[in-house]
């Protein structure tokens, strides 16, 4: 049962040719999700301000193989970002989370949120979203302006 979030994870990577940062190789893959990386991230900087519009394409594209922006969710391996800005973070009921993001301890925010979709395993180390990250900051910041309107 908490296998399938994975599995879906993992197949949704194939599918979109990240092959690289697969698998096991996730949370290891690489010198950025060292801890002396975290110095480079734009960690705790307020995002500028986004355009929600274009952060509804950008969710499409990057996010919504295994995310929904529905405020209920399909299916039990497809989490749901609706409202999740203001949410505790590995909270949402309706979706098994790794022990990792139950136990992550802080509440969503514009700043949390950037933090994570440039580089997940930095802001929660262990987690399972198999995602390399959104390096562009004006994207980042489209897609939090357009997650913050979720409400
Ligand atoms: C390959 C599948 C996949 C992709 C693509 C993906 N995610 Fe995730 N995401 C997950 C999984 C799985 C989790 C749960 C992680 C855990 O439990 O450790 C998650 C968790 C999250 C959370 C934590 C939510 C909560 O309720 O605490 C946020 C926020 C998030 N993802 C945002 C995004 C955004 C924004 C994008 C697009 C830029 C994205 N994700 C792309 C699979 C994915």
Not at 17 to 30: F, K, M, R
Not at 34 to 47: F, K, N, V
Not at 104 to 120: Q, R, S
């Amino acid at each position: 049962m908490t296998l399938r979030p994975i599995l879906l994870a993992a197949a949704a990577i194939v599918a979109g040719g990240l092959l690289v940062q697969g698998q096991a190789g996730a949370q290891t893959s690489g010198a950025q999700t060292s801890p002396g990386a975290s110095a480079q991230t734009t960690t705790g900087a307020p995002p500028v301000a986004g355009d929600p519009v274009k952060g509804k394409g950008v969710f499409s594209d990057n996010c919504a193989t295994c995310h929904t922006d529905a405020k209920v969710s399909p299916d039990s391996a497809t989490l749901s970002l609706y409202g999740v800005v203001g949410r505790k973070a590995g909270s949402n009921a309706d979706f098994t989370y790794s022990p990792a993001m139950t136990n992550a301890g802080f509440t969503w925010t514009p700043e949390k949120l950037n933090a994570y979709i440039e580089n997940p395993p930095s802001v929660v180390p262990n987690n399972v979203m198999y995602f390399p990250g959104l390096p562009d900051a004006g994207q980042r910041a489209d897609l939090i302006a357009y997650l913050s309107s979720l409400k």
